[in-house]
């Protein structure tokens, strides 16, 4: 078993019949609106109006990806925040890259472009400043051109 708060993991035995909760019946999952920053703090909205505050750190990584009016998933236990889920695929502006140059498009290389969220990420070597791109959250790579 894996604690979902901790992350540390109990080897257990179960006897054949012995009844065993599920977790999704234990946690609430909530989709809400990311909606804004305030210092260190992101206040998320959900659709009835009530409001979540999570920390930079627990957010971690993931803050990277964020941008403003995005759907999240929550995960309550006991009416505490203890994860956070952003949505697979994303899609960011690049505000700053390397210019290509003519025929760089053949070659199949990446360079790093800056997104809107402040993410890096490497990117075919076509893409410019002002295309939006799709990028995958789970592994932070470019995806596509949307």
Not at 41 to 59: G, I
Request: net charge negative; charged share 25%.
């Amino acid at each position: 078993m894996r604690n979902y708060i901790t992350g540390n993991t109990v080897e257990k035995t179960f006897r054949a019949g012995s009844p065993v909760i599920p977790f999704r019946t234990v946690l609430e999952f909530c989709v809400c609106e990311w909606f804004y920053r305030k210092l260190a703090a992101f206040d998320f909205s959900q659709t009835t109006y009530e409001e979540s505050r999570l920390s930079e750190s627990d957010l971690g990584e993931k803050t990277k990806w964020l941008k403003e009016g995005m759907d999240c998933n929550l995960i309550f236990w006991k009416g505490k925040v203890i994860d956070f889920d952003l949505p697979i695929t994303v899609k960011l502006a690049v505000v700053d890259v390397d210019p290509g140059l003519k025929g760089d498009t053949a070659q199949g290389g990446t360079k790093p472009a800056t997104l809107d969220t402040g993410a890096v990420v490497n990117v075919p070597l076509f893409v410019n400043i002002g295309d939006e791109i799709l990028v995958d959250t789970r592994t932070g790579q470019y995806m596509s051109r949307a």
